[in-house]
């Protein structure tokens, strides 16, 4: 059974520019979380989908935006990059919200 | 607010001692409790979880770990480290706040084994 996949594995981008991040869940999940993770920050929750809707978001801009397709995979898309948004994006998905599989992570550079 | 914490930022043992890595959590209603481990540049993998039943809860690669209500406490724990456990790990817990699902997690231990 195929676990998550997150594509690409590493990133770098600009100042300014956007970014799309990929990931592909485990077949027949249908929820999909993101989360950030920085040294000085620790893991944190960006949002989770469901059957292509946003259901939960975390505490991050507006430039953080995400979105799900019928066949459960999922983008998120970052404008107008920041130093600071330089992470390892971990997506996650689930079939009952009582267990998540992680992918492997996608590192974004920012310079 | 759901949150959990890990007291120590990293734990040193030998190899084959046992190995602890604490934490800690605060919940309004039952705690569903996760570990995980990381190793560099990888994403999170599962180790165990605690929903209900037991209090000791086995998992992955010979970790157990231990829910104790009273204590608020669900402890990571081995019988006998190896190298190979050198890792990052993480204590979460879930948080069903404004009726979805997220993971809340602690700052993480670094886990070092030494030969």
């Given amino acids: 059974k195929a ?11 600009t100042r300014g520019q956007q970014v799309t991040l990929s990931c592909s869940p ?7 979380s993101w989360y950030q993770q920085t040294p000085g920050q620790g893991l944190q929750f960006l949002f989770e989908y469901f059957s292509e809707t946003q259901r939960n978001k975390g505490n991050f801009p507006g430039r953080f935006s995400g979105r799900q397709f019928s066949n459960s995979r999922s983008e998120m898309n970052v404008s107008t ?12 998905s689930s079939l009952d919200g009582f267990g998540y599989t992680f992918g492997s992570g996608t590192r974004l550079t920012v310079v | ?36 481990v990381q190793y560099p540049n990888r994403g999170l993998q599962f180790l165990l979880k605690y929903i209900t039943g037991d209090n000791l809860v086995k998992g992955s690669y010979g970790f157990e770990a231990e829910f104790n209500k009273s204590q608020t406490s669900f402890h990571l724990k081995k019988p006998s480290a190896l190298v190979s456990d050198s890792a990052l790990y993480f204590c979460a817990v879930r948080d069903i706040s404004g009726g979805y699902n997220k993971l809340i997690f602690g700052a993480g231990t670094r886990l070092a084994v030494h030969p």
């Fill in chain 1, 26 to 32: 485990i077949s027949g999940h249908r929820s999909v």
């Fill in chain 2, 1 to 36: 607010a759901q949150s959990v914490a890990q007291p120590e930022d990293q734990v040193n043992v030998a190899e084959g001692n046992p190995l602890t890595v604490k934490c800690t959590y605060s919940v309004s209603g039952n705690p569903y409790l996760f570990w995980y």
């Fill in chain 1, 3 to 13: 676990g998550v996949t997150q594509t690409p594995r590493y990133l770098i981008k």
């Fill in chain 1, 81 to 92: 990059l920041e130093l600071g948004d330089s992470a390892l994006y971990l997506c996650a």
